[in-house]
């Protein structure tokens, strides 16, 4: 089998005299789309968070494409192929959209690649198009995670790590995000998915991780996770597919 690209082992996480990640293990292997789901402050964005290097882990390792991470700036990632959409989008509201565009393309020098890619994006969201030279703060929430997911894109991430990208969209933005989710997999890049609709990261992914009170409790194939009584009982109710 080969080496996963990206491995975490043992991860601890703590801030603000809180353990929000207790000894975590995951894998994800080149070209799948896996998911970390669990309620709201099981651990999941901060998992994401120490990844990336936004947050210093106290313990445990992280290692992408077969080296250590573990302390890596987040600037050095992205140069490495290692690309987060954060929770809330973050889009630089005083900005365009192209210039946002621009932006997700900072580490790279090849002037035309980018141009190629920036019209890749406005293929894969007409919506950007339309509003290229609008400010992306005066965008909607769903087109805002639209941008945020092609300035992320812009980087040509080989893992691309998304963080609740449904969060305050409406049912028709979230099935549109997700489909777009499902193209970009489809592309052949890798996604970590962290995601509170259970059900439609579940149906989206090829494997799951069930995180609760910062630990890892379950993890397999998502085709089965979607059939397990406990996921459904505890992820997929009622109020959770609402």
Avoid: H
Avoid at 37 to 63: F, H, M, R, V
Avoid at 161 to 170: A, H, K, Q, V
Avoid at 179 to 188: H, W
């Amino acid at each position: 089998m080969p080496d996963p690209i990206l491995s975490v082992n043992g991860l601890q996480v703590a801030y603000g005299g809180i353990q929000a990640v207790k000894g975590i293990a995951l894998e994800v292997f080149d070209g799948e789309l896996v998911t970390l789901i669990g309620a709201n402050g099981a651990g999941k964005t901060t998992t994401l968070k120490a990844i990336t290097g936004t947050l210093a882990p106290s313990s445990g390792s992280i290692e992408y494409l077969g080296r250590s991470i573990t302390g890596e700036s987040p600037y050095r990632l992205v140069e490495q192929g290692l690309a987060m959409v954060p929770e809330g989008r973050g889009v630089f509201a005083r900005m365009s959209i192209l210039e946002n565009l621009q932006m997700g393309a900072f580490t790279r020098g090849d002037r035309a690649g980018i141009k190629a890619d920036i019209e890749r994006m406005f293929e894969s969201f007409p919506r950007l198009r339309e509003r290229a030279t609008q400010l992306a703060g005066t965008l909607s929430g769903g087109e805002q995670q639209m941008l945020a997911m092609a300035r992320a894109l812009m980087s040509r991430p080989k893992l691309l790590l998304l963080d609740e990208p449904s969060m305050g969209l409406s049912p028709l933005m979230v099935e549109k995000i997700f489909e777009v989710v499902r193209e970009v997999a489809a592309q052949g890049v890798t996604i970590l998915l962290v995601e509170q609709n259970a059900k439609l990261a579940l149906e989206a992914a090829d494997r799951g991780y069930v995180m609760e009170s910062g630990l890892v409790i379950m993890s397999g194939a998502a085709s089965e996770m979607l059939d397990d009584p406990r996921v459904r009982a505890a992820y997929l109710g009622e109020e959770n597919a609402a």
